[in-house]
């Protein structure tokens, strides 16, 4: 009986979106790493680039599907690791990267997509990583890159302008940690991954 309550709400939720109005579109803007990803690009502002799917339920209410990526890179002076904090002496220079694949809920106070203020709030797959880049002295780099997977947020305020154009406050958190191996010590890395960003969408 629960697997048929539960194929059943699949199967409403897949015909209401089936039967909804569908747009898609693409956003792009600054994104300024907060918390631990901060420190990790040495305060310095980086990008995030979204491609998103939207169906309109009505009633001001929206899906969307999203696929994003959020990067800022820096050389920080000093880096928090489990076993204190290491002096960047080497110049090492640090990515901190996201890429994640959610869905939102966004609510439009006017009742329509097309034009005027909306909120929204969703969850994501996030997959953090933490590339390091070494100088070396033939003038190349020796490159090590750092992967951690798990479960992402995020809560957006943005205004619609026209059919076609909206500007968009995405704040979006997730975690980095992982087991790394540092010169025969093995410890748990674990940064802080938020971002607030500040992007322009464009519908198709």
Do not use: H
Not at 74 to 81: A, E, I, M, Q, R
């Amino acid at each position: 009986m629960k697997r048929l309550a539960l194929s059943t709400l699949f199967l409403v939720s897949a015909a209401s979106l089936a039967a909804a109005d569908f747009t898609g579109g693409i956003q792009l803007g600054p994104a300024f790493p907060l918390g631990d990803m901060r420190d990790l690009a040495n305060r310095s502002v980086g990008a995030q680039l979204v491609f998103f799917g939207r169906w309109d339920l009505g009633a001001g209410s929206m899906v969307r599907a999203r696929l994003e990526g959020t990067s800022a890179k820096g050389t920080p002076k000093y880096l928090n690791s489990p076993f204190g904090t290491l002096t960047n002496a080497d110049g090492v220079q640090i990515t901190a990267a996201t890429t994640g694949l959610g869905a939102d809920y966004l609510w439009y106070l006017e009742g329509s997509p097309a034009r005027g203020a909306y909120f929204g709030t969703g969850l994501s797959y996030a997959s953090n990583r933490v590339d390091l880049s070494l100088p070396v002295a033939s003038g190349g780099t020796n490159n090590t890159s750092y992967n951690s997977g798990g479960l992402g947020y995020g809560f957006y305020a943005g205004y619609q302008f026209s059919p076609r154009w909206s500007m968009e406050l995405v704040y979006r958190a997730s975690t980095f940690n992982k087991d790394i191996d540092v010169k025969g010590q093995t410890g748990t890395f674990r940064y802080t991954m938020p971002s607030l960003s500040v992007v322009a969408g464009y519908t198709f």
